[in-house]
């Protein structure tokens, strides 16, 4: 059964029991009143008194048929008034219960053709406020769908647009020995192996960041002192820094976070990673203590990030700039997996630049994570780096 039927016989049994009720209460008065009147029956109803001694001889055949005749109309206006009262209640409610039900009518099959794959749709909010709201909801959710499913769509074309490149050069190099226009030798097999490690890292970051960002990565956290672990990252790519011609400068203040220390090895990683692909002569890591967090900046004097990049540049395979593009070396997952890594540790990520060719860091990406309760106070309150610069 419909609602708005439901309504309709909910509005017309109530209107049926009230005048009923009513009817039968005003036949009930009707019937000890009238015949009073003529002076057809003795005192009060229920009472033993005696004759009424202005009723005496007044009970006629003439007195008797007139209260009848006046009881019978009463009755057929009683039951008219009925009639009448549950004809404009069916109105009424049918009015009611048609437009209560049809935003609800109309919602029903905007979220049958939704689910049926037209995706476009939306509802729209009309009606009583509960459905409206609910129409919002509805609203809010498909929006929320779709963008997660232009997002995996992205995704999808960034991998297959990824896994192209090696897999292209990979083919084509392999059809070249079997075609006899290049040989095997150790050279080419490098470059081979080159590719393939590609696809390696490419694979292995892809399950990483998917992992952090679905929460299903586990970390083994335990107090550690950040500026210890960077320094050590930063140790390590002193070899290839001098290589490239770039000096790294550290600045690290003790500042202690419960992290898991190979995860945040991985950060700092691909943060100084990033910046030496694109420094010009030097990158920068500072390490210190900041109100309630540690932060990390490592920035180059690079090109730097446009404006309109930043909000992008911790998403997978975003590789906006062409400046910066044209630099671009790795899987275009490294800043995805600090920001995911990051996030797990319950910190933050951040990017500021300066303008192309301009004084001061080129790209400056920031790492906050939550202090522990073994850092010392007076480390907590000896102005860092960010404070003098301005937060991001």
């Known amino acids: 059964m419909s609602l708005a039927l439901r309504l309709l016989l909910a509005v017309a049994l109530t209107a049926l029991f009230s005048v009923s009720v009513t009817g039968y209460l005003s036949h009930l008065s009707a019937m000890d009143r009238v015949p009073r009147a003529f002076g057809l029956t003795h005192g009060p109803r229920g009472g033993g008194g005696g ?104 995704f999808t074309t960034d991998v297959a ?62 107090p550690s002192d950040v500026a210890a672990l960077v320094v050590d990252v930063a140790t390590a790519f002193e070899a290839r820094a001098s290589t490239e011609g770039v000096r790294v400068e550290v600045d690290a203040q003790p500042a202690w976070s419960d992290i898991d220390a190979d995860r945040l090895y991985q950060v700092v990683n691909a943060l100084l990673d990033n910046a030496l692909r694109h420094a010009r002569s030097r990158v920068t890591v500072e390490v210190a203590p900041r109100a309630r967090d540690a932060i990390v900046r490592v920035s180059d004097d690079g090109p730097g990030i446009a404006e309109e990049d930043r909000p992008h540049v911790f998403r997978r395979f975003y590789r906006g700039d062409p400046v910066r593009r044209s630099h671009a070396g790795g899987s275009g997952l490294g800043l995805a997996i600090v920001k995911a890594i990051v996030e797990l540790h319950g910190g933050r990520v951040g990017v500021s630049s300066a303008a192309a060719g301009g004084a001061g860091c080129g790209a400056c990406l920031e790492v906050a994570l939550p202090l522990s309760g073994s850092a010392s106070r007076p480390e907590r309150a000896q102005p860092g780096f960010a404070a003098a610069r301005g937060e991001l």
């Open 51 to 154: 004759p009424m001694p202005e009723a005496a001889g007044a009970t006629t055949p003439g007195a008797l048929g007139a209260s009848r005749a006046l009881l019978a109309e009463l009755q057929g206006a009683t039951l008219r008034s009925a009639l009448i009262a549950l004809a404009g209640a069916a109105a009424v409610g049918g009015w009611i219960a048609v437009r209560a039900s049809r935003p609800i009518t109309r919602l029903a099959e905007v979220t049958r053709r939704y689910g049926a794959g037209e995706r476009s749709l939306r509802a729209t909010p009309q009606g009583p406020s509960e459905v409206v709201a609910l129409a919002r909801v509805f609203n809010d959710t498909a929006d929320r769908l779709q963008a997660e499913e232009d997002q995996r769509q992205r």
């Open 161 to 222: 647009h990824e896994l192209r490149t090696p897999l292209t050069v990979l083919k084509s190099e392999l059809e070249a020995i079997q075609d006899g226009l290049m040989e095997a030798d150790p050279e080419t097999l490098q470059q081979l192996l080159q590719q393939v490690d590609l696809l390696g890292r490419l694979v292995n970051d892809l399950r990483l960041v998917t992992l952090a960002e679905a929460g299903a990565l586990t970390l083994h956290q335990a």
